[in-house]
């Protein structure tokens, strides 16, 4: 995979020297190689899907760009490439789903040398159900940045998560419940914390 350089972000660093005199910026590239493996158990009543690989990252290259930090402050994400030196890490997702009605994803993405990386872990897990007795569910969880894989799953400002629980009311309509925890900007530019709960009414077509 390769990002391409940014030119506008090339002409903020040649500008800054006194901030980024240590740091260079260009294009940067990714690599990947690894296995993937599917088995079902009990006659097809439990699926599970494997997936490792070995990972390589050069300078200015960070893997899962576009996500959820991306989209809450595109500026100060680039700025992370700037810093971003190269470094050599491991993915892992397991995956299983019962009786085609739940499915439970989780990733890992994990550097060489975790404490002495400046990249940090990437925790993500995913959550997907069919209709069970007019009932659904869907969600996720992602942290990021994170030294020390302890505080995984405690929510802070690295984390995002949103779980939806809806109940179909009839052929088109459905009600539920939808629990994020996300960002919103304050009025100094900065981000803060949002843990919110909120009713949710939608219109839901079966093909």
């Not at 493996?37 to 990252?57: D, M, P, T």
């Amino acid at each position: 995979a390769t990002l391409n350089k940014n030119d506008a972000l090339e002409e903020y660093v040649n500008q800054n020297p006194a901030i980024y005199q240590d740091g260079s910026y260009g294009t940067g590239t990714g690599s990947a190689t690894g296995i993937e493996a599917n088995f079902s158990f009990i006659a097809n009543v439990f699926h599970l899907n494997a997936r490792i690989e070995r990972q390589w990252y050069g300078d200015n290259y960070i893997p899962q760009f576009f996500n959820f930090a991306y989209e809450i402050n595109k500026d100060a994400r680039l700025k992370e490439l700037i810093g971003a030196e190269k470094s050599k890490g491991i993915y892992g997702k397991l995956g299983s789903e019962i009786l085609s009605l739940v499915k439970i994803e989780g990733e890992l993405l994990l550097p060489d040398a975790l404490e002495e990386s400046d990249r940090g872990a990437i925790v993500g897990v995913n959550l997907q159900t069919k209709e069970i007795a007019n009932f659904t569910a869907r969600g996720s969880y992602v942290k990021a940045q994170l030294s020390d894989l302890s505080d995984a799953f405690k929510f802070d400002q690295r984390s995002l998560a949103n779980l939806l629980v809806t109940y179909r009311i009839n052929r088109f309509m459905e009600a539920g419940v939808d629990y994020q925890w996300t960002f919103a900007e304050k009025e100094d530019g900065s981000f803060m914390a949002v843990n919110q709960l909120r009713p949710y009414v939608g219109v839901s077509l079966k093909f």
